[in-house]
């Protein structure tokens, strides 16, 4: 077993190599698209299934409340942390809608949307970019494999260069954490 753990640990280690080879300027614009957003008075709408959920929300919390500095809360939102709108949703439209709907009722002109899917195949999310696109947002993807059908649809993607989907999700909470930690740095208030 002690091999299978630094195995699994290198694996996680060799594809955040990757990261820094390849996607450091993906991670820029990323960042940047988002301090342009908050400094416009936009928010942040993150959302994708299960894992990525999660995901969704830890970055929310990391702005609305804070990351490594005290400041003001910055304005961010997961469309998944409400359950009845997202089972109210599915039920009456379908679950292929439930992002979508929910960015028609709460974007901005000024936000971004930000979809995250290790697969870059969810229906939902796919069409969470299509309603967002429709709106006028800048769209954001964070993927991995072959980038699926939501990196199409994304005015700037990041695919993670990995196949594993524990690789990719541990990649994406690395790229939030460095997002949510450069725009704090960038002074928001």
Do not use: W
Not at 43 to 56: E, P, Q, V, Y
């Amino acid at each position: 077993m002690r091999e299978r753990v630094k195995e699994i640990i290198l694996e996680s280690i060799q594809v955040k190599e990757e990261l820094l080879k390849s996607e450091v300027s993906a991670i820029l614009k990323i960042s940047a698209a988002i301090i342009e957003s908050l400094r416009k008075g936009g928010k942040l709408i993150i959302f994708g299934n299960g894992g990525s959920a999660s995901d969704a929300q830890h970055i929310a919390a990391e702005l609305v409340g804070r990351f490594k500095k005290d400041r003001p809360a910055l304005g961010a939102i997961a469309l998944t942390a409400n359950t009845s709108v997202i089972t109210a949703l599915a039920n009456d439209f379908g679950y292929e809608v439930v992002f979508a709907r929910q960015i028609e009722a709460l974007a901005g002109k000024f936000d971004v949307a930000l979809g995250i899917s290790t697969s870059g195949r969810a229906k939902n999310v796919a069409l969470g970019f299509k309603q967002a696109k429709k709106m006028g947002l800048k769209t954001i993807a964070l993927t991995g494999g072959d980038g699926g059908e939501i990196v199409k649809l994304a005015d700037i993607s990041l695919i993670v260069p990995s196949s594993v989907t524990a690789r990719i999700q541990e990649a994406h909470i690395v790229i939030g954490h460095i997002i949510c930690e450069l725009i704090e740095e960038a002074g928001i208030s």
